[in-house]
């Protein structure tokens, strides 16, 4: 189990940048698969990227292919989602999960540690 806290929202223009992060405690961070999935209001929770724990396994939503970035610095007990071209749609609150696996999962019901979330608002 570790602890997660994610920060780094705000609002911003459409075709803005935006950079989370997502801090964990933990001696064994490293060896867990992290995740940023996302929800907006009326909607169901959403994949957006996903990181193994060495970063050799990665996988992002068809919706923010080319856009989105998710890297992590296992020594930092961070991981990121660096957002460019931002669109209205990416609108949000962004959520961080992690979980014991050596490969990056996709899917909500595969992680038990989710941090508070942080809001992002992309406007027109």
């Known amino acids: 189990q570790v602890q997660l806290v994610e920060s780094g929202g705000g609002l911003v223009q459409a075709g803005g940048s935006l950079r989370l992060s997502c801090a964990a405690s933990?001696?064994?961070?490293?060896?867990?698969?992290v995740a940023w999935f996302r929800q907006a209001p009326g909607n169901e929770r959403e994949f957006v990227a996903a990181v193994s724990w060495n970063s050799g396994n990665t996988y992002y939503a068809d919706s923010v292919k080319g856009r989105f970035t998710i890297s992590r610095v296992n020594a930092l007990n961070t991981v990121y989602l660096q957002m460019n071209s931002l669109k209205p749609e990416d609108t949000a609150v962004y959520y961080c999960?992690?979980?014991?696996?050596?490969?990056?999962?996709?899917?909500?019901?595969?992680?038990?540690?989710w941090g508070q979330g942080t809001q992002v608002t992309v406007s027109s």
């Open positions: 933990g001696r064994t961070f490293s060896t867990y698969a």
């Open positions: 999960a992690a979980s014991p696996s050596r490969v990056a999962l996709t899917t909500t019901r595969m992680y038990a540690d």
